[in-house]
């Protein structure tokens, strides 16, 4: 069983949530949408039924491909993504003091 994140906990244990927490765990990886699903728990029609808002509110971005795989990381210089990630740590902050020392991703 998955650990239940901050992201999860704040807003509720669903698809769009669990995928976008993905990308926020692994801020530095990328990943194809097999591995996002895998990652993620999800099926692949949960996957592809959420994955539309990932792209048209352009919170992920094509890395790299190679054949007809691409592979997939959140986009830190969207305005969106970089409110995303301060309340990931604002949330870390909330939950455990200890830790909000520093989130590598958050520019302040």
């Keep these: 069983m998955r650990e239940e994140t901050n992201l999860v906990r704040f807003f509720g244990d669903n698809p769009f949530i669990r995928i976008l927490d993905v990308f926020i765990d692994n801020i530095s990886e990328d990943y194809s949408k097999k591995e996002v699903q895998e990652l993620a728990g999800i ?34 210089k969207n305005p969106l993504v970089k409110d995303i990630m301060r309340l990931e740590a604002r949330m870390i902050e909330e939950t455990s003091p200890r830790l909000a020392v520093a989130h590598p991703a958050i520019a302040r």
């Design 43 to 76: 099926s692949k029609g949960a996957l592809f039924k959420h994955w539309h808002k990932l792209e048209e509110l352009g919170l992920v971005r094509v890395t790299r491909s190679f054949g007809k795989t691409k592979l997939f990381t959140l986009d830190m």
